[in-house]
């Protein structure tokens, strides 16, 4: 599963999306309010889920299909704080189908 590039795909979106959220909330926050100071850290961590999510957007953008317009929306989510859960759900339909046609049979 995964070396399927649709479920990692997939994952990518959720870790970007979910990585923006804890920098926003614990890094931001904690740094305000306490000592803590984790927006170094999770910023580092959410720059490298940023920068491959923009490379796998335009990698598999040719394996559905994706015109100019909704690859823009997926590159534009990544930008957006909780826009990857917005563009996930959107497309869950057709990134599941994709995914279960790339599994080997069997698997």
Avoid: Q
Avoid at 22 to 51: K, N, Q, Y
Avoid at 79 to 85: D, E, Q
């Amino acid at each position: 599963m995964i070396a399927n590039p649709v479920f990692r795909y997939r994952m990518l979106t959720l870790a970007e999306g979910w990585s923006f959220v804890l920098l926003l909330v614990f890094g931001s926050l904690l740094s305000r309010i306490s000592e803590i100071d984790l927006v170094m850290p999770l910023g580092m961590i959410h720059g490298a889920l940023f920068t491959l999510l923009v490379v796998a957007t335009l990698v598999i953008r040719g394996r559905f299909g994706w015109g100019v317009g909704t690859t823009l929306a997926a590159l534009a989510a990544a930008v957006v704080p909780l826009a990857p859960f917005v563009f996930h759900r959107w497309k869950r339909t057709e990134l599941l189908a994709a995914e279960e046609a790339a599994e080997p049979a069997g698997a």
